[in-house]
């Protein structure tokens, strides 16, 4: 545990919390709460950090101060960009009250559900949409596709601000507002929906080289003579089923997932050997 009284100054007499107090409160939480994250605590130390400004200015003494920093440094993780910043806010709101056992119960309640949210939200519904759209764009040789993905860091980062007085002004009652209706549940099972169905519009065009090179001769009858013509087994498939391949890819590796309950490692570790055995054969 880090060493308190150096992050401490002089007794402080004065328990107004300013907005200064909070705008600091807050730029210290978006930016610097996982520089030092760890395996033991996780984001606790970057949160206690972040509340420092605000545990100054309500604990007069230095006994309190320390005693509101190590409630702080309990455990705490959750999803950086969408679920803490509202966390913190109410927080923050709450501390400047003193009301130290409703900021540990409000912390403990809420990292949970809201890592819940903003995982889905980030890594199932909005980061692979765009990623996915990005990579075609950058296969096509377009600059526009890594920019896309510049762009939605700094989108993420901006969100965070209103995140975090959202759960300044509404404090205790962002419990009551995540919890009730069922909103958490709701929330994860149509992003996790609609980020399933955007990923799988894509497949086709992501492993658009997924094709067969194998051909077959058939002799017809032309002018009344008789020919031999070349015909390619994919243009054939395309008639009847355009990216046939790449959707039995998809397939094989969710009925894997699924019946044979492999992890996604072994499944494309699985696809690979696939992938070398096929193509030195000339299958694909």
Known sequence: MPNLDQSLDVQNTSSEVTKQDVRKAMWRHLITLQWSWNYERMQALGYMWSM????????????????????????????????????????VALEA????????????GLMGPFAGIGDTIQGVLIRPMVAVFAASLALAGSIV????MFVLGLIWC???????YLGYRRGVGLVDEVAGGGLIATVTEWATIFGMMVVGGFVPSIMSGLTTPLKFQKTVEVAGKMTTKTIALQDTLDKILPSLFPILVVGLAFWMIRK????????????????????????F
Do not use: C
């Open 97 to 108: 009250q003193k009301m130290g056992e409703a900021v540990d119960s409000l912390k403990i």
């Open 158 to 164: 901006a969100l965070m601000i209103p995140l975090f």
């Open 52 to 91: 420092i400004p605000i545990i100054k200015k309500v604990y007069p003494t230095k006994e309190e101060q320390i005693h509101a920093m190590q409630r702080h440094l309990s455990f705490y993780n959750t999803n950086p960009q969408i679920g803490s910043p509202p966390i913190f806010g109410a927080t």
């Open 260 to 283: 044979l309950k492999l992890s996604p490692i072994w499944v494309l570790l699985t696809l690979v050997v696939v992938a070398f055995l096929t193509g030195a054969i000339g299958l």
């Open 145 to 148: 596709g890594p920019i896309m």
